[in-house]
C-alpha cells in the first residue's frame, strides 16, 4: 500500500529543547494541578506538557499509510491485552501462535505495538520510531479521537477502541499512578476519585474519550470496531474470532479445529503474559519524565473490583455523571 502523504504542521507551535518559543504556548494553556504533576488543557483534553507536546508533533509530523491499524484506549482499559492479543492474530503465519520463540514470550506488548505518541517524542523522532515499521502497521494510542491526525480517518485507516466499566478504570488507574510516581506524591483515592468525576484525569475526560470513539463507530462501523472490556473478558473465544475478522486475517476452519483461537486466548491472557520475565522487569517508556517498568501495566484484569474501593455513594455519584454525559448516544454502561 501507498504511504499517507506528510501532513501539514497545525498551528500550535511545538517545543523541541528548553526556550523554545514553543514553550510560550503551552504556558498559555488552562492548567490545573492534580493527580503527579500540572496537567494542561489542550484542544478540550486534559494531558500532562510532555504528552501536549507529544501529541502536537504527532499531527504535525506523523504520515499514517491506508493499511495501519490504530489499536485505541483510554488508559487502563485493557491496552496490553488487546496489544497482545492484535499482534499475535495479524502475525500468525509467521510467528505461529504455540511457537516457543514467539515475540510475546520475550518481548513487551508495547514494544512490540509502539504508541503513536510518547510524552517525549520530540527526543524519539518520528521516522526512526514509527516510519520504519513495514506495513500493515499495528499502532496504539491513549489520544482522543479528535486529536488524531485528521488524515487517519481520511485514508481509511481501520481502527480498534476497547473502552471499560469507568468504575472499574478509576480503580486501575489510581493504582497505577501511585506505581509510576514517588512515594511522596502518591495521590489519595478519595481525591483521585473526586477529579476523575470531575472530568480531570490523563487525556480526560473519559466520557468525551469514549464518546469520540463511539460517535465514529456508529458512523462508520465497518471501519471502527468498538469493544467492551467486559464483554471481552465474558467471552475471550467469541470476541478474538471476532477481532481477526475485523483485522483480514479471520480463522480458517481448520485453525478453529485445532484450537489456535484457544491458543491466542491462552498465550494473551494476563495469567501467562504478567507471569513472563519481560513483563516482570525492565522498564518499556517514560510517561510523563517518569521510567515505567513492565510490571505496573499488570495488576490483577479482573472486572467489577471497584466494588472493593468505591462506596455505594461513590458509585452512584459516578453512574449518575456517565449516564448524563452519554444520555442519547446509544453507549452505555
Not at 497545525?10 to 498559555?28: E, R
Request: with cysteine.
Amino acid at each position: 500500500m501507498a504511504e499517507g502523504r506528510q501532513l501539514e504542521a497545525q498551528s500550535v507551535v511545538v517545543p523541541t529543547a528548553t526556550g523554545d518559543k514553543g514553550d510560550d504556548i503551552l504556558s498559555s494553556l488552562p492548567t490545573r494541578e492534580g493527580w503527579w504533576t500540572t496537567f494542561v488543557l489542550y484542544h478540550g483534553c486534559w494531558m500532562t506538557p510532555q504528552t501536549a507536546r507529544s501529541v502536537s508533533l504527532v499531527r504535525a509530523q506523523f504520515a499514517p499509510r491506508d493499511d495501519d491499524v490504530v489499536l485505541a484506549t483510554y488508559p487502563k482499559c485493557g491496552t496490553t491485552w488487546l496489544k497482545a492479543l492484535a499482534f499475535a492474530i495479524t502475525n500468525r503465519s509467521s510467528h505461529p501462535v504455540g511457537a516457543g520463540d514467539h515475540p510475546l514470550l520475550t518481548q513487551s506488548p508495547h514494544d512490540l505495538v509502539p504508541f503513536i505518541e510518547l510524552p517525549f517524542r520530540h527526543i524519539h523522532p518520528l521516522a526512526a520510531a514509527l516510519d520504519a515499521i513495514p506495513s500493515p502497521r499495528l499502532l496504539g494510542t491513549h489520544m482522543q479521537h479528535h486529536l488524531l491526525p485528521p488524515r487517519v480517518d481520511e485514508l481509511g485507516c481501520r481502527i480498534v477502541y476497547l473502552c471499560r466499566e469507568p468504575k472499574d478504570v478509576i480503580v486501575s488507574l489510581w493504582h497505577f499512578i501511585n506505581k509510576v510516581i514517588d512515594d511522596d506524591l502518591s495521590l489519595d483515592f478519595d481525591k483521585a476519585f473526586e477529579m476523575f468525576v470531575d472530568g480531570f484525569s490523563s487525556v480526560g475526560p473519559i466520557w468525551n474519550h469514549y464518546l469520540g470513539y463511539w460517535n465514529k463507530h456508529v458512523e462508520e462501523p465497518d471501519r471502527v470496531l468498538f469493544l467492551k472490556y467486559d464483554d471481552m473478558m465474558a467471552d475471550p473465544t467469541g470476541h478474538v474470532k471476532k477481532l481477526a475478522e475485523f483485522l483480514r486475517v479471520p480463522f480458517t476452519d481448520d485453525e478453529v479445529d485445532a484450537g489456535v483461537v484457544e491458543e491466542v486466548v491462552t498465550l494473551c491472557s494476563f495469567e501467562k503474559l504478567s507471569r513472563l520475565p519481560v513483563n516482570s522487569s525492565g522498564v518499556v517508556d517514560r510517561i510523563g519524565g517518569r521510567l515505567v517498568h513492565n510490571s505496573a501495566f499488570f495488576r490483577k484484569g479482573k472486572v467489577e473490583e471497584w466494588k472493593n474501593y468505591l462506596t455505594e455513594e461513590m458509585a452512584k455519584k459516578l453512574d449518575a455523571v456517565v449516564e448524563e454525559k452519554l444520555k442519547g448516544s446509544g453507549l452505555t454502561f
